[in-house]
């Protein structure tokens, strides 16, 4: 018996040390009744409550988590004590059920989702449900139900919904038992098909509760993000790279020079989009806190429709103003006529399938949101997979054509990979709700422990149904666009910045214009790996305590440290010693080696920047988001169409001075906020200090 103890015990502190996911962690709970104590009569002299005339008995009951985390941080063993007077209360089972109950519902909200807990109880404790009789020489009864009944509810933001929906067996270890077991929902679903009745894992874990997370964790999720963020940027980057390296010599300058401005259209009409995706987590994650199934398959319903319609709409708007604006992005100063028809053309075929592109979008955050990190990368391998084949067999025969027909295979494929998931899990979702759905509508018609086991659920008489898409209501759609309004203005600014400095360079003519256009593919794909530290910011940011956000913040910074320095090797490494590999035309393979530092010093810079951008985002400071990037945006354009910037080295100087402001912008907003919010928490932990200090005396 003491190994089993101090064999769980040593897990339960391992997994806490070490930062384990709370829907992976192993619990060690300690329960035991100290019963018959004494409250001695001490006369006048006794105070307050405590006064009575005549010596009274105590019953007390206590629960230890022997791996438990304090207000500053650090870990002790902590007791949660019950104790009440011999006329207030009996000893037996059901009232040992109802204190354990009342522990879990207060202390460990999280027991709900899909943890290991072990309950180890000493062999004195009678757990029989309705038996107030204690039989101290009895160890028969050892099956401990328990039960949640409704109460009185705590705050919103705490899942305390999970527990008031869950009926759990658990199995207690007395001393002369030599196993433990888990603490598992006892639900059984009767479906109408028998491979549904069954899951390895939970897809839908999904928090943080406050615990700082590792190392391991953080890596593990930007990476899984930067797949996702390199999927369009990689493939406009191998179409980059196969035209230049298939397409005749006469044709290949010219062809190159047309997907600048034909990515720049398609892509920044793609990324006016993307606050769906920012929108996607902003709308899951809660609700997947909360357990609200029935509100996570509406949202996703409703994120799928907008999806296919803002897509719809670039599509229209690419194929009825795309020439046009290619055109005025073109300019006159480049003199091949060919570059126009062959950027329009390319955009078109591309545009073809922006629906499927935007709703690829949202699958790809919804998976991250459930921390599904195997379905987005397989998407981002298959689809890459299909573009590098397609442009190898398309391109040499249909130029850069061939190249958009690649990439629009590669974006379909993707999309279907990722929308199976989605529906595997809205399906599960379903089975849920109507579990959960279940268990409300049987609490409502039991009031005793002896009442509740277990029960089935008939799936198959469940007429709710949630359309895979569909659009919200105005509501819905007001409170979508207040959240997401700042957000698209903030990527607004971005495009607009970036957008700027092609429409520069088409006045440098049509060689700097093909350089310029591989260096900015160069760059966008080396800063997808800093844009995944601003979607870590943003999920784990608010989940984690106010007294471990700065070390949180820390963390992030050493990995941007890490990724900036990474990215400032390998882009000058590609661009000065592989650029044969980009393109055939020495020309534009010695401009790249010859301005590739100012490439470095920019994605050096934008871990940090992304990060910092990220925080910001998560502290929801919105307005200053705004205010920054309408001052920022209008002196970087200011900088790019100014003589500093009249010469191929000028421009690419202005998007290393944007980079900085940015960097000193969001490092001094973040240092203020965190600063005065450290302070708040300082004071208002001093604040409970002495109260309770106050109430002790």
């Keep these: 018996m003491r190994t089993l103890v101090n064999q769980n015990i040593a897990l339960a502190r391992k997994d806490r040390k070490e930062e384990v996911p709370h829907s992976e962690r192993v619990y060690t709970l300690i329960a035991d009744f100290c019963q018959n104590m004494e409250l001695p009569h001490f006369g006048a002299e006794q105070p307050g409550e405590t006064y009575c005339l005549t010596p009274a008995k105590l019953e007390g009951f206590g629960v230890a988590d022997v791996s438990h985390i304090g207000d500053d941080g650090k870990e002790a063993d902590h007791l949660y004590f019950h104790c009440y007077l011999e006329g207030d209360g009996a000893k037996g089972g059901t009232n040992v059920a109802s204190m354990i109950r009342k522990t879990l519902h207060h202390n460990f909200q999280f027991l709900g989702s899909q943890c290991s807990t072990t309950f180890i109880r000493d062999h004195d404790i009678n757990v029989a449900p309705n038996n107030n009789s204690n039989n101290n020489n009895s160890n028969t009864n050892n099956s401990l139900l328990i039960t949640s009944s409704p109460v009185e509810p705590l705050t919103e933001s705490i899942n305390d919904k999970e527990i008031r929906n869950a009926t759990l067996s658990t199995t207690t270890v007395s001393s002369s038992s030599s196993s433990s077991s888990l603490l598992k929902p006892t639900i059984t679903e009767k479906t109408s098909s028998s491979s549904s009745s069954s899951s390895s894992t939970d897809s839908t874990s999904f928090a943080t509760d406050g615990v700082l997370p590792s190392y391991r964790r953080l890596i593990v999720f930007t990476a899984t993000t930067i797949l996702i963020w390199l999927s369009e940027p990689l493939l406009s980057l191998v179409d980059t790279t196969i035209v230049g390296l298939t397409s005749p010599a006469k044709t290949a300058v010219a062809q190159i020079a047309a997907l600048g401005p034909a990515t720049t259209l398609y ?174 509508d049987f609490f409502q018609q039991s009031s005793t422990l002896a009442d509740i086991d277990l029960f089935t659920v008939d799936n198959s008489s469940n007429t709710d149904t949630v359309p895979f898409f569909s659009l919200p209501n105005k509501t819905a759609m007001i409170d979508l666009l207040k959240l997401a309004g700042p957000i698209f203005f903030v990527m607004m600014s971005k495009i607009a910045s970036y957008s700027v400095l092609t429409v520069r360079a088409t006045s440098f003519g049509v060689l700097p214009l093909a350089t310029h256009n591989i260096m900015m593919r160069v760059f966008f794909f080396f800063a997808c790996f800093g844009d995944s530290l601003s979607q870590a910011a943003q999920t784990f940011y608010p989940q984690v305590s106010k007294n471990m956000r700065r070390k949180f913040l820390k963390r992030l910074f050493y990995l941007a440290t890490a990724i900036g320095l990474s990215n400032l090797q390998f882009s000058q490494l590609i661009l000065k010693q592989f650029g044969c590999f980009l393109t055939k035309n020495s020309s534009i393979i010695q401009m790249m080696g010859q301005y590739s530092p100012f490439v470095g010093l920019a994605v050096l810079l934008h871990p940090f920047i992304m990060f910092l951008e990220g925080t910001v985002l998560a502290k929801r400071d919105l307005v200053f988001m705004v205010v920054m990037y309408v001052a920022t945006g209008l002196m970087h354009f200011g900088h790019v169409f100014s003589p500093a910037a009249a010469s191929f080295m000028g421009l690419w100087r202005a998007l290393f001075v944007f980079q900085f402001i940015r960097l000193v912008q969001f490092g001094l907003r973040v240092w203020d906020t965190t600063r005065r919010e450290r302070n708040s928490f300082e004071a208002t932990s001093s604040t409970k200090a002495v109260a309770a200090t106050v109430t002790e005396l």
């Design 267 to 440: 892509d920044s009409a793609i990324y006016m989009t993307y606050f769906l995706a920012i929108a996607t987590t902003n709308q899951l994650a809660p609700r997947l806190a909360r357990k609200d199934y029935k509100g996570l398959r509406q949202s996703t319903s409703h994120l799928m429709g907008l999806a296919v319609l803002f897509g719809t709409i670039v599509t229209a708007m690419t194929f009825g103003l795309g020439r046009t604006i290619i055109s005025q992005m073109v300019g006159s100063s480049i003199t091949d006529a060919s570059i126009v028809p062959l950027a329009a053309n390319y955009a078109k075929i591309r545009a073809a399938v922006a629906p499927l592109c935007v709703v690829d979008f949202v699958a790809q955050s919804f998976c991250l949101t459930i921390l599904d990190t195997k379905t987005p990368a397989m998407a981002v391998a298959v689809a890459s997979l299909v573009n590098i084949v397609g442009d190898l067999i398309l391109s040499p025969l249909f130029g850069i054509q061939g190249a958009a027909l690649a990439t629009a295979m590669a974006t379909t494929t993707s999309c279907l990979i990722l929308v199976r998931k989605v529906r595997k899990v809205l399906a599960e979702w379903k089975r849920k709700q109507q579990v959960q759905q279940a268990k409300e």
